[in-house]
């Protein structure tokens, strides 16, 4: 399949943001003029969450300011119109990937209790937000344990600088 045809299905079916979204991918990856993809070659471009994450950061201003979107909206938009769920593995991974890389204990240097309190709560919320989702309600043994671990690291945190 022709990229344009493509591109010219999302325009026709999707928001103004979600295309533009799609074209700025696309034109950091491939040669939309040119290039032809397999279908299936496409999906799994769109639907893998990273790609998002890597090909939109310098657009975040416009999906932000001008759309007042996020990717993850325009994600899932996407993912609706290839008819994928977005609780997927790609999101999860990407989810997980960011908690990961977050060591609860370097909370312990932030002197000033309100955001000692609101950094750990962000973490939190993440880690809620991962535990709430079907892909891992279905998964558990992909990450049980590494969440667990963040989890005893934040009441351990907690614990130490009087946190409820």
């Known amino acids: 399949m022709k990229i344009q ?21 696309f034109e950091k990856e491939f040669d939309i003029e040119k290039d032809s ?31 007042e979107s996020s990717n993850d ?6 993912c609706k119109f290839l008819d ?5 593995k790609y999101l999860f991974s ?9 060591n609860p204990m370097k909370y312990l ?6 955001l000692r309190k609101a950094a750990i709560s962000r973490l939190e919320d993440k880690i809620n ?8 309600k279905e998964n558990k043994e992909v990450a049980f344990k590494e969440i667990e671990k963040i989890k005893k690291s934040i009441d351990i945190v907690k614990i130490a600088t009087g946190v409820r």
């Open 5 to 25: 045809e493509f591109l010219k299905n999302i325009e026709n079916s999707c928001s103004k943001i979600a295309y533009f979204c799609v074209i700025h991918m």
């Open 37 to 67: 993809l397999d279908k299936e070659i496409i999906k799994e471009f769109l639907i893998d969450y990273n790609n998002y994450d890597k090909f939109l950061n310098d657009y975040a201003g416009v999906i932000y300011k001008k759309f």
């Open 73 to 78: 909206e325009v994600y899932n938009e996407i």
């Open 84 to 88: 994928v769920n977005p609780d997927n």
């Open 94 to 102: 990407h989810r997980l990937k960011r908690i990961s890389n977050q």
């Open 109 to 114: 240097n932030i002197e000033d209790e309100d």
């Open 129 to 136: 937000t991962i535990e709430s989702s079907l892909y891992y």
